[in-house]
């Protein structure tokens, strides 16, 4: 009689269906002990602890942090309630180091663990011992880490649960003959993987059968090193496919949900780079269909809490697992703007024995969402990772609509250990359209100055008309190079704007380092007083992007100027407004106006736009040209970015050929061959495995064979 009357009262069987749901949700809770959670051990560092905390705190429960020794300022420290130190910077020896996560938890009281991402999130063995001692793992039992681990293992699962799955081989033996002879018989190009690997690590693509042996190899050692084990499998690999990934979550109770799904596709490195909830282009059946059957993965393994099943989608919208990640991801940020949820609030629920908040026909998709995530890279140099400083650093404001995700602040070091992101920028709209338009004007307002970022990449991504049309797939950066780096030329406005900064930031502390390369004669700038001249004139030599200019600037009276660039005459005025040490300058070149971001490092002046970064400096003397040619490395191979020398393959006396690899360097998780970039004999070698090296540091010297 209830269900008839409520049936009738909210006029739909769909409300008598999640009603009864609902009381079975209830009931199989009020059986089940609720361990609540006071006090949480967060395994991690950087923007995921940081993240962690704020939801912890907003339910009350005390925080845990635990950080290297380079870590001691970081900002997940100063957010945690506790902190403690758990040894060097090798994330082997502190944050990898289970035993002494193990033993902060007995030290401080806590609980639980969120393990984050990375790092022991998916390792079974600390798992198992969390489950034995007694400690709430914020993660899956350790039978499912395991089974979906182990990509061979999930693939069998997978297949018996109806699951969509590449073909492949996934065998025991392991020797190179094998797996050449089945990268044979399924056709090239093959994808060559880490049966335990993840983010990208351990992962080749073999497109022709003289690219495999290499490709193998390296393949094995970067698996050996991320995850010691080398045991590999090959798969057909798909080209032009879409990587399509479905956020489900479980509890103790047996309810199982799909949150939606993400779109990864666009990726450098094997590792995704923007993400965007839900994937464009799917209809409403498929977007149900690739959801129920990330549902039926969990529930083969008897999931419990946040996972993401990943897919791979073809042209014609087939989709195929490729694995499951038995962790909260990266790019969780998108689907919780999509459904206005908290999914580190769900796992800590969920793991403290609740029942999941939401049933799935009460889970509603509104707008769409991106995730940019900001590294310290050289996209242009092949997305080399890098390290340093963050001299300066300003962001979009934050709202309700706007996020960013970030284990830093200003004055903190990117290090040269770990990952390299900056921050994650997530940002909705109530559409597709409306939320890439605040994704790339939020990017024009992320300036960073001290190390390569790229942000300026993404702002040419954001804005690339394909992109804009969800026409992706994870071949989008190479199919599309050559106009997502345009060649950068600054213009005479471009110019201008800058000796407009000069001149009317000539009483403030911006010029203090440029002016002392200046002609001391010329009355550039005064420390007290403003030039009262009604007429002065003075050339200003600037270069950006290779480019030297030579500004004639003549001052007109009234905040007006006559600038003169290759013969070409502009009228300049504008103002510029000092924000802490930021410098907002609005330009009006011959009637047109702009706006600008200006910032002063070292001798250099950093000029922000809507169009991007640009760095203009004082040109160097001729001298210092010279000096610095001479004192240049003729021969031999430099460090492309701060890291750790792994193996060397040459010794001094040795003939290499250009292109001939010479040693291997670890920096920033991933692994490096440094080739010889011409042919000669090897003089020296300057560095051991196992060595530290800094940027642009020489590491095999070398001279011609002649010599």
Known sequence: MLIRVLGTRFGHRKWQVVWWQRIQHQHSSAHTTITPIKKLLIANRGEIACRVVRTARKMGVRTVAVFSDPDKNAMHVSMADEAYNIGPAASQESYLRGDKILDVVKKSGAEAIHPGYGFLSENVEFAERCAKEGIIFVGPPANAIRDMGIKSTSKKIMSDASVPIVGGYHGEDQSDERLRQEADNIGFPVMIKAVRGGGGKGMRIAMKPQDFDAQLESARREAMKSFGDDVMLIEKFVERPRHVEVQVFGDHHDNYVYLFERDCSVQRRHQKIIEEAPAPGLTWDERKSIGEAAVRAARAVGYVGAGTVEFILDPNHNFYFMEMNTRLQVEHPVTEMITNTDLVEWQLRVASGESLPMLQDEIKLSGHSFEARIYAEDPRGDFLPGAGLLKHLSTPMPSQHIRIETGVREGDEVSVHYDPMIAKLVVWGHDRTHALN???????????VGLSTNVDFLMSLSTHPNFAAGDVSTDFIPDHYDELFPHKAPSHQLFCQTALALELGREQELLSAVASTLDPTTPFYSTTTPVI?????????????????????????????CMNIDGNSYMVSGRLVRDNNVHHLTTSVDDTISNARVVLHDRDLHVFTQEGGWMMSVAVPKFEKELSNVSGVRGGAVAPMPGVIDKVFVSPGQTVEAGDPLLVMIAMKMEYVIKAGSGGVVEKVLFNPGESVAKNTTLVRMKDEQQ
């Open 438 to 448: 605040a994704l790339s004007a939020c990017l024009s307002e992320y300036n960073i």
């Open 533 to 561: 001249n009604h007429t002065v004139s003075r050339i200003l030599h600037l270069t950006c992007e290779g480019q030297e200019k030579s500004i004639q600037v003549n001052y007109l009276g009234r905040g007006k100027y």
